[in-house]
């Protein structure tokens, strides 16, 4: 037996022991460390005289400051000979032992972290035949991530843990794949089937560039990621097995609530309902859920409130105890849609907001949020009887009460106390007005939630201006403020349409540089492709089919939207679905060039908007200013199609293209410059 052997099984016999000795030692050092820095008059000897490693010694192996224990305990290091991969605790064990010896310890490699599927961190329910794979390479301390590369990597993808857990990839297993790819790896496994539950890991080589313990170019290899998970969706319109259901007696601004009685024969270990419900136009996303109670909230999108009448509420109508005998049925009717997963964050309450102010005016309590926001108010009731109104008003502005039809209601039943809170619609505004309380409300009754979708912060911007700061953080907060239910409005309380040029001045100005914002705007550019029609036309609005005023820039979303995303992410495969609706926008452009060669205002226009906020109010239609605008969105986009064209190598386009941008662009110089004035 060798030395490194029977060292491991010491390792493993006396873990625990280890482990506190790892976390005393540490503990000693830095207690040592901070006494001497302390009482520098008291004089106990170097630590070489002392016998005693400095803590150099112990981690610090790249001019690096050590870590705190229980983060080392969680980090792979190398083993004995530096290419042993022992368990994660076994390498700090390791680790402790050199350091007992008085030896140097290797600085630990990488590992893989934040694990992606389709950018989305273990999604349920995705459509995608092949999916991509993603991940980054973690090291204790950032001073050791640099000259870090990663030269191969090994996917594992099990069809449970405890397979995944043995290494046994008995859905893909890679093997030792000789590539620095960290991001879209494509899987290559057995094709996956409907409704398919993917755990997976990986494991990645690196090299480093030289140091005081790595030799230069050697490879190391890392330990495997913590495991992650994805669901296959419903790939094939024959697994929709569900009808198309609707309570037809109910109007639009009325919920449903909707419940269904089964039996099973044993109990599930697990249970997945894929949900869906009508979109704006021809295509429906598919929400996968554990929940099987539904309410189906009315008039999404609109202005208005929420009336709770809390005499009505139905206890426990989802439980399966409940006695629907007395429930009318719900109706089974006909559509032909298009069915795609819901592959991006939902919306959720991302923040809490308490009030900062409380103001009382003729039995009228006006709530100040302290600043303008889109999601849910909260406010808990009391003291009320049996069919007393309160009254809840939005508004955006301090000196109005309510705003675009923002008035909500709760109707007290007989027990005299509830909570009022959205749930089906969501206000917009800073100042709430109470009406209909007997008592003044405490700030502890009253919430305020950001809803928006759910995205990490990964950006941000400062300076030594504290204005610029404001101004910064002022512009996120209101970009956030007009993205809801998966759409980036004009506005959140006036006009929730999501206008193309808003689409594309925010991706790029806020969402993009600040927000991980991948799976966003594949769906917001998705949404684009949807209201193209056949001979290229698309709306100025999406993903409501709705005739707002707009002009080319507005149509031009599949092309702006799809070269940001583009250029953001390197998503090969985003650009070749985004290809042919950028093609017949632009197809559908060329239709309406004129005889001078420059493009005209055409049919459905919409207006044909050029600047529409100048000093002197809107430029539209065939005027000089809205023409010249329209011209220069025009030749933008065709060269953004020529460069597309070149990445997916598609020369005949490239030379029909770059001919009608080179015809334009002249054509426009000598329509539109004036060579006496020079403008």
Not at 523 to 551: E, L
Request: proline share 5%.
């Amino acid at each position: 037996m060798n030395k490194t052997t029977h060292m491991k099984r010491l390792i493993r016999t006396n873990r625990s022991i280890v482990i506190g000795l790892l976390a005393l030692g540490y503990y000693c050092i830095a207690a040592n460390s901070l006494w001497g820095r302390l009482h520098p008059d008291q004089n106990y000897g170097t630590p070489s005289e002392m016998h005693i490693p400095t803590t150099k010694d112990y981690i610090d192996y790249d001019n690096s400051l050590p870590l705190p224990v229980a983060d080392y305990l969680k980090r792979p290091i190398a083993g004995f000979d530096g290419t042993d991969p022992m368990t994660i605790n076994d390498r700090n064990i390791a680790a402790l032992i050199r350091f007992y010896l008085g030896k140097p310890v290797d600085p630990p490699p990488p590992w893989p972290e934040d694990m992606r599927c389709e950018y989305l961190e273990n999604p349920l329910g995705i459509d995608a035949p092949k999916p991509r794979l993603s991940w980054k390479l973690k090291t204790g301390n950032p001073e050791t991530e640099k000259g870090i590369k990663q030269t191969a990597y090994q996917v594992l993808v099990a069809s449970s843990r405890a397979l995944l857990k043995k290494e046994q990839g008995d859905v893909w297993d890679s093997g030792k794949v000789a590539s620095d790819q960290s991001v879209l790896v494509e899987y290559q496994g057995k094709p996956l089937e409907s409704g398919k539950q993917c755990f997976w890991k990986v494991k990645v080589w690196t090299v480093k560039a030289e140091s005081a313990n790595r030799k230069p170019g050697t490879e190391t290899v890392c330990g495997w990621s913590e495991p992650a998970l994805w669901t296959m969706g419903l790939l094939d319109p024959a697994d929709w097995k569900g009808e198309w259901i609707r309570f037809k007696q109910a109007d639009e601004t009325k919920h449903i609530w909707y419940r269904k009685k089964f039996s099973l024969e044993s109990a599930p270990s697990g249970a997945f309902a894929y949900l869906c419900s009508i979109g704006y136009h021809g295509r429906c996303a598919i929400s996968s859920s554990e929940n099987l109670g539904l309410w189906k909230g009315g008039g999404e999108g609109e202005y208005g409130g929420e009336l709770i009448d809390a005499r009505r509420q139905v206890p426990d109508w989802n439980k399966p105890s409940f006695d629907d005998g007395h429930w009318a049925n719900a109706t089974i009717y006909q559509k032909s849609l298009i069915l795609s997963a819901e592959m991006q964050e939902p919306d959720r309450k991302v923040a809490t907001l308490a009030p900062v102010a409380i103001t009382e005016t003729n039995g009228r309590y006006r709530i100040d949020m302290g600043r303008n926001f889109t999601g849910w108010f909260e406010i808990d009731l009391r003291n009320g009887r049996a069919g007393e109104v309160v009254k809840i008003m939005t508004a955006n502005r301090a000196e109005e009460t309510l705003e675009f039809r923002q008035e909500s209601q709760y109707i007290f039943d007989a027990g005299g106390k509830g909570t009022f809170c959205h749930r089906f619609n969501y206000m917009a505004g800073r100042w709430i007005t109470i009406e209909g309380l007997s008592y003044r409300p405490e700030p502890q009754d009253i919430r305020g939630y950001i809803v928006t979708n759910d995205r990490k912060r990964i950006g941000g911007f400062e300076c030594s201006n504290k204005l610029f700061n404001g101004i910064y953080e002022t512009d996120l907060r209101t970009y956030l403020a007009c993205t809801v239910n998966g759409v980036t409005m004009d506005c959140p309380h006036r006009e929730r349409f999501g206008y193309g040029e808003v689409a594309l001045a925010c991706a790029w100005g806020c969402a993009i540089p600040n927000f991980e914002s991948a799976p966003y705007y594949r769906k917001a550019a998705r949404d684009w492709f949807d209201v193209q029609r056949d001979d290229g036309f698309v709306n100025t609005i999406a993903p409501q089919v709705y005739k707002g005023a707009g002009g080319t820039l507005w149509s031009s979303a599949p092309v702006t939207l799809s070269w940001e995303f583009y250029k953001a992410y390197g998503d090969r495969r985003f650009l070749e679905e985004a290809y042919q609706p950028m093609k017949k926008w632009l197809d559908f452009l060329n239709k309406s060039v004129s005889a001078e060669g420059v493009l005209t205002s055409y049919e459905q226009a919409s207006r044909f908007l050029g600047d529409w906020a100048t000093p002197h109010g809107s430029e539209y239609g065939n005027t000089p200013e809205a023409k010249l605008f329209n011209n220069c969105v025009y030749a933008y986009c065709l060269d953004v199609l020529v460069q597309a064209a070149e990445i997916l190598d598609k020369p005949d386009d490239v030379a029909t293209y770059s001919a009608r941008l080179a015809n334009l662009r002249k054509n426009a110089h000598r329509h539109f410059f004036n060579e006496k004035t020079k403008t």
